[in-house]
């Protein structure tokens, strides 16, 4: 079963609204998640880091006004669209490792975001 | 640094033929290497990985990749191909068994199976 549950998984949405995504890790606790966003028949692009209890670490390029990350407990982290418009329209996953003696990580299952 | 390149966007074999997916990466430190498999508007699922153990690393659904440090490569293969193998494919790389550290991506291949 999913071990990392990202929520929701398709959103529609007005331009100039906000748009929060959850990603929750299931049956282990996460300090560090990553969230990535995916344009059509693109690879995946991480964005940015997010560290429970600190500042999330962004990519070089992206807003971090616009794409709001909160890692509030060491199993969920939100990503907060804020005042979306059509260009943020994507696919957006996050990615959890599990670590341990064999750190592993794992990915939700995406988000498609389209905003109207 | 690290990264990956993923030779070949699109392969298109037929059911049965033997499925070879392209991977080359750079990195400076001993790498950790992924495949991945996604179908449309999914998430992304591990086939396999490898973490310096192996080099012949066997994967689910079929799916095997050798590591081969003076190649800097990790290809994927499987003997022979299922119809439902049809999928983007995504191999990553990461720097070791560190938690903060995320996956780097190639551009992904897309295997299509013809009957």
């Known amino acids: 079963g999913a071990v990392v549950s990202q929520h929701p998984s398709r959103v529609i949405c007005k331009s100039g609204t906000s748009v929060k995504i959850e990603c929750r890790s299931l049956?282990?606790?996460?300090?560090?998640m990553f969230w990535y966003r995916q344009f059509p028949k693109k690879s995946l692009m991480l964005m940015a880091t997010?560290?429970?209890?600190?500042?999330?670490?962004?990519e070089q390029g992206v807003e971090k006004d616009k794409f709001l990350i909160n890692h509030a407990s060491l199993t969920l982290s939100t990503l907060t669209v804020t005042s979306a418009h059509p260009e943020d329209s994507s696919f957006y996953i996050c990615?959890?490792?599990?670590?341990?003696?064999?750190?592993?990580?794992?990915f939700g299952q995406g988000t498609r975001l389209t905003v109207v | 640094a690290q990264s990956v390149t993923q030779l070949g966007s699109h392969v298109s074999v037929s059911e049965g033929a033997l499925v070879l997916l392209r991977c080359n990466y750079s990195?400076?430190?001993?790498?950790?290497l992924f495949w991945y498999v996604q179908y449309p508007n999914q998430g992304l699922q591990l086939l396999l990985k490898y973490t310096s153990a192996a080099t012949l690393v066997k994967g689910i659904n079929g799916f095997e990749a050798e590591f081969k440090k003076s190649e800097t490569s990790f290809h994927l293969t499987k003997p022979s191909a299922h119809m439902s193998d049809a999928a983007e494919y995504f191999c990553a790389v990461s720097g070791g068994n560190q938690a903060g550290t995320a996956l780097i991506f190639g551009k992904g291949t897309t295997l299509s199976v013809s009957s």
């Open positions: 997010s560290n429970e209890g600190s500042k999330a670490t962004y």
């Open positions: 990195s400076s430190v001993p790498p950790y």
């Open positions: 990615s959890a490792p599990r670590t341990g003696r064999d750190t592993e990580a794992f």
């Open positions: 049956d282990f606790q996460a300090t560090t």
